[in-house]
Every structure is written in C-alpha cells, then in structure tokens.
C-alpha cells in the first residue's frame, strides 16, 4: 500500500509562487511514475504535470508550461510542484498521484495511488 500526502497549498495573488510537496509513504517509488493533477470547482480533474523518478523525465500540460515546475527527490520520497506566474485560472484543488509503471502518464485512470489534495487559490 502507498500513502500519498500533500502540502504547500493556499492563497496567493496573481502572478505569486508556491511550491506544493507530496510525501510518500509504503513501497518506494524508484520505478513509478508521479503525477500532478488539478481540479477547480464545477470542472473535470485535468492533468498538470509528470515525472518519470528513475530518470527524473518529465512532461507538461500546456496551459503550465514555463510556469510549473516538477521534480522528485528519491531519497526522500517526496515530488514537488513549483508554480510560479500563478493566474486567477490556476486555482483548483491540486492532487498528487502515483502509478506504477515506466513511463509518461497523462491520464488520470492510470494511476493508482492518490493524495487527498490541497487547495490552490490564486486571487487577481
């Protein structure tokens, strides 16, 4: 079993930074994939972004792009997710979620571990 915890979240203005941490307890993650996704109220969970933690590769929505930053720290279990240039657009509730195979993974059914969340709010 794999226990994923979030933190970092709150209330930042427009154009802001905060970096997000998922700590992970249980089996270790030498070979997962991790992920980020986000949800804001009344929309579908969206992918964010990826990193494969053996090699560190990762990948990127769009709409995050040179804003977000992933990145893992093996030894301590834990994934990061620095958001900087924060928009109004960027609030939601940003989950951690891990899955256990090689690889890219952007879709959200793939994964099989998940955090609780943390709430992200970004005010103009």
């Known amino acids: 079993q794999v226990q994923l915890v979030e933190s970092g979240g709150g209330l930042v203005q427009a154009g802001g930074s905060l970096r997000l941490s998922c700590a992970a307890s249980?089996?270790?993650?030498?070979?997962?994939?991790m992920g980020w996704f986000r949800q804001a109220p009344g929309k579908e969970r969206e992918f964010v972004a990826t990193?494969?933690?053996?090699?560190?590769?990762?990948y990127y929505a769009d709409s995050v792009k040179g804003r977000f930053t992933i990145s893992g720290d093996n030894a301590k279990n834990t994934v990061y997710l620095q958001l900087n240039g924060l928009k109004p657009e960027d609030t939601a509730v940003y989950y951690c979620?891990?899955?256990?195979?090689?690889?890219?993974?952007?879709?959200?059914?793939?994964?099989?571990?998940w955090g609780q969340g943390t709430q992200v709010t970004v005010s103009s």
């Open positions: 979620a891990a899955a256990s195979r090689l690889g890219w993974v952007l879709t959200d059914t793939l994964y099989d571990y």
């Open positions: 990193i494969i933690r053996s090699g560190g590769s990762t």
């Open positions: 249980g089996r270790t993650f030498s070979r997962y994939t």
